[in-house]
């Protein structure tokens, strides 16, 4: 059965420095949408992205982050210059279409910002 | 800004027995709901989905009552078996957003056998 993949399962790096986190959706999928859920909270969206442009962020999704799809296959969120409290688990999604409400989630990377 | 509420942050039930989670949400233009199940160390597993044309979705064991009048959901898991323990998302968004899902905090239900 096709699934959402992420790389890596945990990242830790220091402050200030730059990551990249990295999804394969679905293959037949059209949209993608990334979520974070700090430890002990909600799961929270970020962006969503369609035919190579983000459709939609949220007021966390400032100008540290960014999100890009390299290539046919790969999306990825890049996030600046972290900070202690982008400490989080990051989950990317694809649905199929718009109107589709079903999102496939991946298993999450766990960033750790020291 | 809490437009999705889970007010029971745990739940245990019997083995066999109906689980029964509650969800309230604020916002009227809400038009579609989901709940989502979400094991340890993995991302949210979509479950069922109701629109809010709806007032019961139902897909095997699981069942989701809409009332939009109280603007209150709840997922029926019936009969509740141990595999079924998980923290369970409620999350809801609107048709001139399709992309941004809001979660609530998510119940913990523990399953007993």
């Known amino acids: 059965e096709p699934e959402v993949t992420q790389t890596p399962s945990h990242q830790v790096t220091q402050m200030g420095q730059e990551v990249i986190l990295r999804c394969v959706p679905i293959s037949n999928h059209l949209y993608f949408y990334w979520y974070r859920q700090i430890l002990g909270q909600k799961v929270e969206f970020l962006v969503s992205?369609?035919?190579?442009?983000?459709?939609?962020k949220s007021e966390i999704f400032d100008d540290q982050f960014s999100v890009e799809r390299p290539d046919g296959s790969n999306f990825t969120l890049k996030i600046r210059s972290t900070k202690l409290e982008d400490s989080a688990m990051y989950f990317c999604?694809?649905?199929?279409?718009?109107?589709?409400?079903?999102?496939?989630f991946g298993p999450g990377t766990r960033l750790t910002v020291t | 800004d809490q437009q999705v509420k889970q007010n029971s942050p745990s739940l245990s039930v019997q083995e066999g027995r109906i689980s029964i989670l509650n969800c309230d949400y604020t916002n009227s233009m809400f038009d579609y709901f989901l709940w989502y199940k979400k094991y340890p160390a993995e991302g949210p597993t979509f479950l069922i989905s109701i629109s809010s044309i709806k007032d019961k979705n139902e897909d095997g064991r699981f069942t989701v009552f809409l009332n939009k009048s109280a603007k209150h959901l709840s997922l029926h898991i019936v009969p509740s078996q141990p595999g079924d323990s998980a923290v369970y998302f409620c999350a809801a968004g609107d048709k001139t957003s399709y992309d941004k899902v809001i979660f609530g905090p998510g119940t913990s239900l523990s399953v007993i056998p």
């Open positions: 999604a694809s649905s199929v279409s718009e109107s589709s409400y079903e999102q496939y």
């Open positions: 992205f369609y035919n190579n442009e983000i459709s939609e």
